[in-house]
């Protein structure tokens, strides 16, 4: 089945509400512009991959190009890691820039090579379907074959085996560009960034939300059977008890219990021992 994959730079919005529009619009996943040349940041890249995480099951991330093959790969890798991105992470060259030599496919190989011999293997080359046509790109002389060609039309990309295709710079009236997917290549296998792995608290005390709200359950086991009504918004603040259950912790209130999850819950003050 072709994915819907919507490319996110500057321009458009890096809020969770805006990300969950796109999905609610019917978008799969996102590429995210992270980089360009050797020193320009997307400055709202850093939020448009966390909130993306929340949203699709795959972000992938894109440098724009200006034909330094190592330069420009050694900068866009050193962000791609420090956003947490690991190696199945779909790294996307974005080779369409004015500046760029008629010719651009030794330079392109250059960039590609670098990722790859860096465990980036999940690369794939952007360009416009009149550059892969004329051999600006040459295609068949990349180190990584996978392509993703920009074609404003209703009936193509133009361009025989493509793996993705862009086809609307103006999606369904949105302002945003996407793309159809149509093997994998573009948004790659389902994978996660590597954020820290989850820690829980384990004290009596009083907590605070940390998080927009948190659920309030009947049992410790968190989930939908055992979900009440009520919730706690972010602010609030609770007197519980640290409960163990299997290998992490739950805090017990007076009205259930909630998750003890460090990313959604401060202890603002201890009291007591653990439970």
């Known amino acids: 089945m072709t994915k819907k994959i919507v490319d996110l730079s500057s321009y458009q919005s890096d809020s969770l509400a805006y990300l969950k529009q796109l999905k ?28 993306g995480f929340k949203v699709f099951d795959t972000v992938g991330v894109y440098h724009f190009f200006h034909g330094r093959g190592t330069a420009e790969a050694q900068y866009f890798l050193a962000w791609v890691k420090k956003m947490g991105l690991d190696k199945s992470t779909v790294l996307a060259i974005d080779v369409e820039a004015p500046d760029l030599p008629y ?10 090579r670098y990722l790859i011999s860096h465990g ?22 990349l180190v990584d074959k996978a392509i993703w060609v920009a074609a404003y039309n209703n009936y193509g990309p133009g361009v025989n085996d493509a793996n993705a295709w862009q086809n609307t710079d103006n999606w369904n009236g949105h302002g945003v560009d996407c793309s159809h ?15 820290k792995k989850a820690s829980y608290w384990a004290d ?36 519980g008890k640290a409960v163990k259950y299997g290998k992490v912790y739950r805090i017990k209130t ?21 439970q």
Not at 120 to 141: D, E, H, L, M, P
Not at 181 to 195: E, R, Y
């Open 181 to 195: 997917d149509f093997d994998g290549k573009l948004s790659g296998k389902a994978t996660k960034a590597t954020p």
């Open 254 to 274: 007076d009205v259930g219990y909630i998750s003890a999850n460090k990313d959604y819950v401060k202890l603002v003050r201890k009291s007591g021992g653990k």
């Open 24 to 51: 609610g619009w019917g978008a799969d996943g996102i590429m995210v512009k992270l980089t360009e040349g050797t020193g320009y940041l997307s400055p709202k890249a850093g939020n448009q991959i966390a909130n």
């Open 120 to 141: 980036y293997k999940n690369v794939i080359t952007y360009g416009s379907g009149s550059w892969f046509n004329a051999g600006r790109i040459n295609r068949y002389q």
């Open 204 to 239: 009596n005390g009083l907590y605070e939300v940390i998080t927009s709200e948190v659920n309030v359950y009947g049992k410790p086991a968190l989930d939908k059977a055992n979900k009440r009504r009520i919730h706690f918004s972010k602010g609030s603040t609770i007197y």
């Open 103 to 112: 010719s651009t496919t030794s330079q392109v190989n250059v960039f590609l």
